[in-house]
C-alpha cells in the first residue's frame, strides 16, 4: 500500500510570500495525485489533480499553482499569498478505487 | 456538476447509543461509496466502502446503500467518546482513475460520556 508524506507539517507565511509544498508517495507507481484545501470548520475543496508527470488539472481558478517534475511528486505553489489562502491542505493518492491522504500542511497566512 | 450532500450537524449521541449519519448524491451513474473520519487536526481516514445495494457491516460500523434513492448512511453502533469526529461521505464514478471523486462538507459528530 502506498506512503504519503508531506511537508512542511505547519507553515507560518506573511501575505505576499511565496509558497511551496510537497508531497511525495511511496509504494506505488504512476499513481493520481490530488491536492486538497479545507478552510477551518470546512468540507474539502479540490485544487488540482494530476494523472502523470506534467499532467495538471485545474479545478478552481486561483493564485495557486501545481507541479508534477517526477513521477511521485506533487508541489503546490504560489508567489504570492493571500489571507485567504490559510488552511489545511492535504494531498491524496488513488488507490484501491478511492483516496488515501496525507497528513496534511497546516498554513496560517498573517 | 456531481454533488454530495451530508447535515453538517453536529449531531449528539450519549455514549453507548447508534449513531446515524447520512449522505445523498446527485448523480445515479455513481458506482462506489466511501466514508471518511477526520479528527480535529488529522486527515481524513477511510473507514468504510460499499459498492453493492444493501448493508455492509465492519465491526461497530455499518454502512448502507439504497441506488434507488441515491442515499448512503453510516451508523455507529455502542458509540464512544473516541468516536467524535467529522464523518465524510466521498462517492465516486464509473472511470478508475477518481477524476469524478467527489467529497461531502461532512458531518461533524459527538459522542458525549
Known amino acids: 500500500s502506498q506512503t504519503i508524506h508531506q511537508w512542511p507539517a505547519t507553515l507560518v507565511q506573511p501575505v505576499g510570500s511565496p509558497l511551496s509544498l510537497e508531497c511525495t508517495v511511496e509504494?506505488?507507481?504512476?499513481?493520481?495525485l490530488y491536492w486538497y484545501r479545507q478552510a477551518a470548520g470546512r468540507g474539502l475543496q479540490l485544487l488540482f489533480y494530476?494523472?502523470?508527470?506534467?499532467?495538471i488539472s485545474s479545478e478552481v481558478p486561483q493564485n495557486l499553482s501545481a507541479s508534477r517534475p517526477q513521477d511521485r511528486q506533487f508541489i503546490l505553489s504560489s508567489k504570492k499569498l493571500l489571507l485567504s489562502d490559510s488552511g489545511f491542505y492535504l494531498c491524496?493518492?488513488?488507490?484501491?478505487?478511492?483516496?488515501?491522504f496525507g497528513p496534511g500542511t497546516r498554513l496560517l497566512v498573517l | 456538476q456531481k454533488e454530495v450532500e451530508q447535515n453538517s450537524g453536529p449531531l449528539s449521541v450519549p455514549e453507548g447509543a447508534i449513531a446515524s449519519l447520512n449522505c445523498t448524491y446527485s448523480d445515479r451513474g455513481s458506482q462506489s461509496f466511501f466514508w471518511y473520519r477526520q479528527y480535529s487536526g488529522k486527515s481524513p481516514e477511510l473507514i468504510m466502502s460499499i459498492y453493492s445495494n444493501g448493508d455492509k457491516e465492519d465491526g461497530r460500523f455499518t454502512a448502507q446503500l439504497n441506488k434507488a434513492s441515491q442515499y448512503v448512511s453510516l451508523l455507529i453502533r455502542d458509540s464512544q467518546p473516541s468516536d467524535s469526529a467529522t464523518y465524510l461521505c466521498a462517492v465516486g464514478g464509473t472511470d478508475n482513475y477518481g477524476q469524478n471523486f467527489v467529497f461531502g462538507p461532512g458531518t461533524r459528530l459527538s459522542v458525549l460520556p
Open positions: 509504494g506505488t507507481s504512476n499513481p493520481n
Open positions: 491524496a493518492c488513488w488507490g484501491q478505487e478511492t483516496q488515501y
Open positions: 494530476s494523472v502523470g508527470i506534467g499532467q
